[in-house]
């Protein structure tokens, strides 16, 4: 290398000597030894500069452009936006529906090429061939030909690509139409919500915000189907820390083509459902505490979010939410990213006969489970309630009584609620998730909620005989009722009976529903 560099150098001085005019000749080259100065062999340019020599300023100067200019000049650098329109829509040509709304994203003249007709128009003729027929006079067949020219320079730009979203949303919506045409009579949803979700491409995410205002994205999640709920498990090794959190907000998120036959892209077009928002400040006062392991503790935000902190580190280790299906897809899609979605008001059908009108012919669906557990799955019917059992705004449907020992339910399994993360897994004793469906005398989902709750060891003295265990209690509220849950342990056979099971229901909510004036 040295002596490469050093030949082109004494070569570059005698060609810039011989050019100047009233040079001296320069005599047999001399072996190039470059001065070492006070800064050290790295400063090579300020050497050059510094080398005594024959050579003239005109010698030296061409001696450091030839050292400090590289001899190959890069050319500029070539960019995608810099190619002709014409070229780019060519491009552009050869991508699907979801890449090209997402190339639209990029700025705006990108925006303005992706919505060329041209394009759009070759993708919407791809699924739903629109053509006309012209008749002929001289033969009995039909000649079928596109919609060409006149669709392209007739439209606004942009319009084929409005058409083909408008349709590809109505097809879906009608896909998921059929899918949740028929009814269970025993919960009153439909039978294949699991199935209408999927071909939807629906699916859910958690926002966290600080309180600085940034907001952290989360979506790797898990899902877990029961018959009348769904169960979503967030975890990540990248939590934000819990004390500069301000608020979570659940989404559900809906892809703007689904795709059947590929899995939706994360970073597609998309259009997000605010569900619910929850306070996150000081989360471990303004929530219940549902129980502990070894590892993680649990607190219960309404409606139906649990949080699990790391004990060590009070830190996130995971987000749990449970949704129940009812008005699910509604909430999930209808809304908007800042709006929640408003449930129509029920219209009461008013029944001047009847005059217990809203307080008999109720059926419950209760599930209880905890992850991939069920422990309790039932339906109960003919719940009611007489005049003379209101009290305190609420009607009381009996659904196991403690007399009648006949109807005492066991619970199948060891009650706890599984969690997980990337690393750890585990299982928090005592604590389950709890679906209740209520349905009214006409099959209508009446309350519906889906919610994780705990057990406690009561602090009332046992009456019943006929369990010698100890009594341990399940307890639920929200705006609209009640549950009250009591239960007994059986040491032998190492399993929890429900021996008490009442619903307390808002008579505002019945009066409501039924246009009553309990």
Known sequence: ??????????????????????????????????????????????????????????????????????SIKLKPNLCIESLPSEMLIKIFSYLDAVSLLSVGCVNKHFYHLANDNGIWLKIYSSCFQPKRTIWKMKSEQTETISLGCASLHDRKPGYWKKEYIFKQIAAVKMRVMQLVKSVDPYTGLPCKNKEAMKASGLSWMIVLKDKSGKEHVMEKAKLSFKDTSITILWYSTNWPCLDSLSTLKLFGV????????RVPSKNGPHRRSLIAEYPLANLTESSVAVGADKLVQLFSLNPGLLVGLWKEKNEIAFVMASLHYHQLLERSTLGSATVQYALPPNKPVLDDVDPEYGLHDYSLHLDMHGGSCTYLCGTFKSLFCRKGDIADGYLRLTVVSLKDNKKHLPLVGTLGLSWETDVFKGNVKDCYVMDVTLLDETGKPFWCFSAPVYIELSSEASSLYDYPGRTYTTDYADSEGKVCVELVWLEETKEYFIVNLVLYVSTKKVNNWYGTNY
Do not use: H
Request: charged share 15%; glycine share 12%.
């Open 1 to 70: 290398m040295a002596t490469g560099r050093g030949r082109a150098l004494r070569q570059y001085g005698r060609g810039a000597a011989a050019a100047s005019p009233g040079a001296a000749e320069v005599g047999p080259p001399r072996p190039f030894t470059p001065a070492v100065t006070a800064a050290g062999p790295r400063n090579r340019s300020r050497s050059f500069a510094a080398r005594p020599g024959a050579c003239s300023e005109t010698v030296n100067a061409g001696i450091k452009s030839l050292y400090l200019t590289p």
């Open 254 to 261: 809906m892809p703007l083509l689904p795709d059947q036959s």
